[in-house]
């Protein structure tokens, strides 16, 4: 995935985020800084077979899980946001997710038992800053 610093960003908070992105761009927020990701061809094959698994053992096993395209993982106290590659949500725990409903976002670790990032070669914007902050609201990664 091809992270990208918009130039002369000024820093938002997670409201002023919510209320400026664009609907049809991958945007995450990254203290404050919008970042626009783009992933590659490779990274976009990953993620739609792991999708495709996940759907189907969710079926199968008849579980109310929900893996949504554009779900963010908000940290709480902090102005970031991601957008995690494959993110799978509690649908009953969403309940209790004040942001859910009018930003497909989640805050709580209840409303997250799984949440994956494919790792490329930027793997430390990927995976190793990620990784402690999901691990933070209790995500398994």
């Not at 209790?96 to 209840?110: F, I």
């Amino acid at each position: 995935m091809v992270t990208i610093p918009l130039p002369d960003a000024q820093l938002m908070t997670f409201a002023e985020f919510i209320n400026w992105k664009p609907d049809n761009r991958r945007y995450e927020l990254h203290h404050g800084s919008p970042i626009e990701m783009q992933p590659t061809g490779d990274r976009e094959e990953v993620i739609s077979f792991l999708n495709a698994v996940l759907v189907v053992e969710v079926h199968r096993l008849q579980q109310p899980f929900l893996l949504p395209k554009q779900a963010l993982v908000k940290l709480p106290n902090e102005e970031t946001a991601y957008l995690p590659d494959v993110v799978l949500l509690n649908r009953p725990a969403l309940a209790q997710e004040p942001l859910w409903k009018k930003a497909s976002t989640v805050t709580l670790g209840a409303s997250v038992p799984l949440v994956i990032e494919v790792v490329s070669t930027n793997w430390r914007d990927d995976y190793g800053k990620k990784s402690v902050d999901y691990e933070s609201l209790g995500i398994p990664e």
